[in-house]
């Protein structure tokens, strides 16, 4: 599990951006990866996945 931090996340349109840790790289996320709701700021963990325009972050969850 990578670890992160959630940059920007807009509940109305379910999507948003986690900085990963190792990288410092913006990961999209999506409402339906998530397992806890999530908000800026949050520390969470997560899983990457190749999507159809980058990287998705999965199995989101905060820590």
């Known amino acids: 599990m990578k670890t992160g931090k959630v940059k920007f996340f807009n509940e109305s349109k379910g999507f948003g951006f986690i900085i990963a840790d190792e ?12 397992i806890h709701e ?9 899983e990457v996945t190749e999507g159809k ?11």
């Open 23 to 34: 990288t410092n790289q913006d990961i999209f996320v999506h409402q339906s990866g998530l």
């Open 38 to 46: 999530i908000r800026e700021n949050d520390r969470v963990s997560f």
């Open 53 to 63: 325009k980058g990287l998705n972050a999965v199995n989101v969850e905060r820590i």
